[in-house]
């Protein structure tokens, strides 16, 4: 009996205009690290845009067969088998110019999120891209009723879960040197953030 792959209805209607913002940013990209890629959808989707980027998937590892499942019916050439990731725990001990996550930081707890950006810091590469797609609140406040009833089911799922406000987000990304490069208006009251990680200055040393 063989098992059927993980659908999620959301990346089905997001793919698209997500791909359409991330044309914008990837295009020269070599190694693309995608956090939490769930059911593997958005992977096998986007990997196709980008020939010469490396896509690699990325998830805790209970949610690695279903993804598995996507790539192999894809059989992309840059697709790599998808690695264990656990934000609290090991980052791979490897360096990416481009770092996707969709739908992630408000499944988190707010430590979970801080050491996503920690982890990024370590993985992401000067002058690399920092692409994160979700819902946020803006000042402490909903954009959207239907953020407001989500915000309300995600808290009763976990207390620790909750839509982020931006402020405090884009505060952990200039904590590791990522200046935001543009805040994109997304479909069904979502956010798709774009960050570049600054290039540090050559030093000078006197003669």
């Known amino acids: 009996m063989t098992s059927s792959k993980p659908f999620a209805p959301a990346c089905e209607r997001n793919q698209g205009p997500i791909l359409e913002v991330l044309r914008q940013y990837f295009r020269d990209r070599r190694r693309v690290l995608e956090i939490g890629s769930g059911t593997g959808q958005h992977a096998v989707h986007f990997a196709p845009a980008f020939p010469n980027a490396v896509w690699q998937t990325s998830d805790v590892a209970e949610n690695l067969p279903g993804i598995r499942m996507w790539l192999n019916e894809a059989a992309s050439s840059n697709l790599p088998a998808p690695l264990t990731l656990d934000v609290t725990g090991n980052w791979p001990h490897a360096s990416f110019d481009a770092i996707f996550s969709a739908n992630s930081l408000h ?72 200046q935001l490069v543009k805040d994109h208006t997304m479909p069904a009251n979502n956010r798709l953030l774009v960050w570049r990680r600054q290039i540090p200055a050559p030093t000078r040393s006197d003669a």
């Open 107 to 178: 499944i988190m707890p707010w430590s979970a999120v801080e050491q996503f950006f920690a982890g990024v810091g370590r993985v992401l590469e000067p002058g690399g891209i920092l692409a994160v797609y979700g819902p946020f609140n803006y000042h402490g406040t909903y954009t959207s009723d239907s953020n407001r009833e989500f915000d309300g089911w995600l808290k009763q799922r976990s207390a620790l879960s909750a839509i982020r406000d931006f402020e405090a987000v884009d505060g952990l990304a200039q904590g590791i040197a990522c």
